[in-house]
């Protein structure tokens, strides 16, 4: 017998024999503890912890470890999306939008400096303009 | 939400804060007669008044303006005149002052010629004696 298949048959339970006993869920206890055991050997495990024949002092470790693992452990990966209210954000990307525009408006209407003729912007000095305009007014 | 609404609200208070001569006859001659051909129409933020101590200036020239043009702008002249404080009227000049807000004035000239028609609407802080001898000032 290979080393390997020795060390198998040495830490399994004997096969139908001593199945459902104490030992052999203790052995597989050791087993988990060391990673050797298979998935399907774990979920007889957890059912086994969850039986009243489990409640024994010699599973209170496995048994903690086992509960902690499987509530810790996410049922399925949370996929956390990147915008979590889309009608939040839109809403707060409309106001954004509002502000700068308002900004903006105001911006232009503190600097304006315009000449118009016939609904017409020209290039003209406004300043000047109104110079000569408030002149005639109160220089006849 | 109602704290996004009414900042939103504020911001468009704000804006329409600085809609000039809004509520006056008179903005229907800026709306109407800007476009016409023989018009010319200033308009300036207070971005280019400050060495007035103004903030808002919007004129319209009319060269050689119709009898038609004049009457319609004489007639929205008696409209805003009612409101003011202060009138100074001549055969072809007149001044109006309108009420005070919060410290800023509010000032509508016109003066009317054959040659030519103006109507300035201004607003700002300063006063009328300060504008009169700052304009007489610069060009006498």
Known sequence: MKNKEFATALNSPPEGRDRGGLSYWEAMAERYFRAETTEEEEAQLCRFLCSSQAQD???????????????????????????KHPLRAVAVAACLCIVVLLGWYQYHQHNISSVRIAGETVEADAQQLMQQQMAEMFNP | MKRRILFLLILLGACLGVQAQKGLSIQKAFDELAVKKNVTEVVMGPGRLKNYNLSYFHSLEIKAPTAEEKDCIETLLKDDAAKAELHEETAEHRLYELPQH????????????????ILIYIEGKASLKQIESYFRKKHN
């Open chain 1, 57 to 83: 002092a010699r599973f209170d470790e496995i048994r903690a470890t086992v509960s902690f693992l499987n509530v810790s452990r996410p049922k399925s990966p949370k996929i956390r999306p990147y915008v």
């Open chain 2, 102 to 117: 919060k410290g800023t004035h509010y000032y509508i000239f016109y003066r009317h010629s054959p040659q030519s028609l």
